[in-house]
């Protein structure tokens, strides 16, 4: 029997203001990269709802579903834009 799925969530942090419009070209490539994951994920059913958020901070906000932390973390920590140290 397996665990049920459980939604979790995690909150990407800018480096600065503005962020979105101000991206280094090494962080636009780390960003389409970013994105190419969370394609994956909702292909595979695992991604809920991914965006940013309005205004000048540009927080982004993940949420999935992962039957356990140890899951939704590697999940996480998997991004490239947590993983290459973007955000």
Known sequence: MTAPETSWIYFLHPPR???AATMTEEEAAVF???FTHLERL???GVLVLAGPTLGETNTGITVF???DE???RA???SDPA???GVV
């Open 70 to 72: 140890a899951t939704a």
């Open 82 to 84: 947590i993983a290459k």
């Open 42 to 44: 909702l292909a595979e």
């Open 75 to 77: 999940v996480m920590e």
């Open 17 to 19: 203001p503005d962020f």
């Open 65 to 67: 579903e992962a039957p």
């Open 32 to 34: 389409s990269e970013h």
